[in-house]
């Protein structure tokens, strides 16, 4: 796993298709694009555990994760921005 510290003016210059797992670890996002709204419960890049609510079609979520978790994960078409 590279974990670094993105700026947070960068823009991504390469994405990622997500497949949601409880265990697999990714590199540190820039950002994730939701697809298919709904829940998304991830790991964040400082470890912290979080699930975000009904996250709408089409979003932009301007986080870092290292995780986007199978369990409690109901939008899909995810896609990490790197």
Do not use: C, W
């Not at 609510?53 to 790197?82: C, E, H, R, W």
Request: glycine share 12%.
């Amino acid at each position: 796993m590279a974990n670094f510290k993105r700026e947070t003016n960068d823009q991504a210059a390469g994405a990622l298709s997500i497949t949601k797992s409880d265990s697999t670890v990714l590199d540190l996002t820039g950002g994730l694009y939701i697809g298919t709204g709904g829940d998304i419960a991830v790991t964040m890049g400082n470890g912290g555990v979080f699930t975000f609510k009904n996250v709408a079609n089409g979003s932009f979520m301007p986080i870092q994760v290292i995780k986007v978790m199978s369990t409690n994960t109901t939008a899909s078409d995810i896609i990490a921005l790197y």
